[in-house]
């Protein structure tokens, strides 16, 4: 079967999830939040510094905390859909390679990156277009650096989906992901500033690429990024794609 006909089935199993509401809440939250400190201080914040302000708050809080553990989300849900339905005995009988299977449920929630940082984005925009109807006037109101961050915060995120894929596919506790991603994600905000320690926690890597203005740091975070991704890639890839999953 082909790949493309993989990705298609998967995307018609995420009418039982909660996958596509994520998509939604999660940059909503975000948005909501700068929205109504804005509202909150009348605009003045923006007649100060203008709206390249507004993005970067938006931007830090999605980068530091809400798109980790939306990844978090994102792969456990992709898998609960089978541990909950028990379709893993089905899905074994089929005369498909596992490690194809592995590999499309990987690469759809990797997908979901992609469209829930054009969702921020849009949501973003959105808001900003409802202020100035209120009235609220600031400078560059839609100069953001949001979408060229994008090409780096898929390189960057691929890592956190793998390792979150990887538990998620193995285990059927829901529990053992998120986790996991709470921690990372709290510690990573610590890390950051590390110059010695940041690279051993790839929850870090979305940060120092997009948020950080040392050159060096972020070709570093992109090259740690494309690095881990191939040796979890290969590695998770031979030992799921092989091993028999628990039923």
Request: one cysteine or more; a positive charge.
């Amino acid at each position: 079967m082909k790949i493309f006909t993989l990705i298609r089935i998967e995307f018609l199993k995420l009418k039982r999830s909660q996958i596509l509401l994520m998509t939604l809440l999660c940059p909503l939250s975000v948005v909501a939040l700068q929205f109504l400190i804005v509202v909150e201080n009348s605009g003045q914040v923006i007649t100060d510094k203008g709206w390249g302000m507004y993005w970067m708050g938006a931007i830090s809080l999605w980068y530091m905390f809400m798109l980790p553990l939306y990844i978090s989300l994102v792969t456990m849900l992709m898998n609960a859909v089978e541990h909950k339905n028990s379709t893993w005995r089905l899905m074994a009988s089929m005369p498909i390679p596992q490690w194809q299977l592995y590999l499309t449920k990987g690469l759809v929630s990797w997908l979901f990156v992609f469209f829930s940082s054009i969702v921020m984005y849009g949501l973003t925009s959105l808001s900003i277009f409802i202020m100035t109807l209120m009235g609220y006037e600031g400078q560059d109101s839609f100069s953001s650096p949001f979408l060229l961050h994008l090409a780096k915060v898929m390189l960057t995120s691929l890592p956190i989906v793998l390792i979150g894929h990887m538990i998620s596919w193995r285990w059927k506790s829901v529990i053992a992901p998120l986790a996991l991603g709470v921690v990372m994600t709290m510690t990573a905000m610590t890390l950051a500033n590390s110059a010695q320690y940041w690279m051993f926690n790839p929850w870090t890597y979305n940060l120092i690429a997009t948020l950080v203005n040392d050159g060096k740091s972020v070709i570093d975070a992109l090259t740690y990024s494309a690095i881990l991704s191939v040796i979890l890639l290969i590695g998770s890839t031979l030992w799921l794609g092989r091993k028999e999953v628990n039923m």
